[in-house]
């Protein structure tokens, strides 16, 4: 089965058709630049425009960088203020040309769509301790799993270290701007590992964002963490699959009951079983936390 997933950073928004049995990307992704500034109506534009490189009708699964509950934006650090508190499921599915009763599009937290992505299909999958998806780009965001379920909105980029928010002194942009060497920018994210393995004690660390291309770089450089620490597997593209997931999974819910209440969770599949036309049944895109409601 084919979901399309949008992804949308600080610098570029991508996005592609998905097969959800493969967990990969069933075409080559399509990426504009991220305008700025960064406004709601602005960037609908470009995710439209990215949709519409494929012709797609089907169902839409979105990322944003910041907090999304019940499909509403609720922080905006990397983008445009106009973001807090806008219904951008609303704003995106009337973007893309649907009509009532068509299948909205899908919107939720960036990270924790890569790491649903890599706990189904990539670095986490098997993985039933703590783990912790951290991505590096614009800014750090994070997905942190404990039992294969996931904890929505972490944000944990945004944690004070040394009186700076994290991500202002260990994300990849801070390397860019102030042109950091691997061997400097590995003492930082080191630091921030050792913050936040502090606080969670997780058995894995999964590292994403374009910077996981690089992954022999930095990664070796970063000692004196009990952690595990892996490059994702999944490398930019986990995003992508991680929305396409969540449109997949919206749908299967089915509509809104009459009263506007949540539809009713369907029972789950057995463990391990197969499920013809979607992810791994059993898979972390299944789980009752932060699921559907956190993602519409």
Request: charged letters at 20%; hydrophobic letters at 40%.
């Amino acid at each position: 089965m084919k979901v399309f997933g949008v992804d949308i950073g600080g610098s570029g928004i991508k996005g592609a058709p998905v097969d959800l049995e493969r967990g990969d990307l069933a075409d080559d992704r399509y990426k504009v630049l991220t305008p700025h500034p960064a406004t709601p109506d602005a960037v609908a534009d470009c995710v439209k425009q990215v949709v519409d490189h494929f012709d797609w009708t089907g169902p839409v699964g979105a990322t944003y960088p910041g907090v999304v509950t019940g499909g509403t934006t609720r922080t905006a650090a990397n983008v445009d203020k106009g973001w807090i508190d806008t219904d951008a499921a609303t704003l995106l599915t009337g973007r893309l040309g649907g009509a009532p009763g068509a299948s909205p599009v899908t919107v939720l937290n960036d990270a924790d769509a890569a790491g649903l992505a890599e706990m189904t299909f990539g670095a986490g999958r098997g993985r039933t301790g703590t783990v912790i998806v951290l991505t590096f780009g614009t800014g750090i965001g994070s997905a942190v799993f404990t039992g294969g379920r996931l904890v929505p909105n972490t944000e944990l980029g945004h944690l004070e270290l040394h009186g700076h928010d994290a991500e202002k002194r260990a994300s990849t942009k801070a390397k860019e701007d102030e042109d950091l060497t691997w061997q400097h920018w590995a003492h930082r994210v080191r630091k921030y590992l050792a913050h936040v393995e502090m606080l969670f004690s997780p058995e894995l660390f999964v590292i994403g964002g374009g910077v996981s291309r690089k992954a022999e770089k930095f990664l070796p450089l970063i000692e004196d963490i009990r952690a595990e620490i892996v490059p994702a597997q999944l490398q930019n593209n986990a995003g992508i699959v991680g929305a396409a997931m969540a449109a997949h999974a919206a749908r299967a819910d089915g509509p809104p009951a009459a009263d506007g209440s949540p539809p009713a969770a369907a029972a789950p599949a057995a463990p391990g079983a197969s499920s013809p036309d979607g992810p791994p049944a059993g898979s972390p895109v299944d789980s009752p936390v932060g699921w559907p409601d956190a993602a519409r």
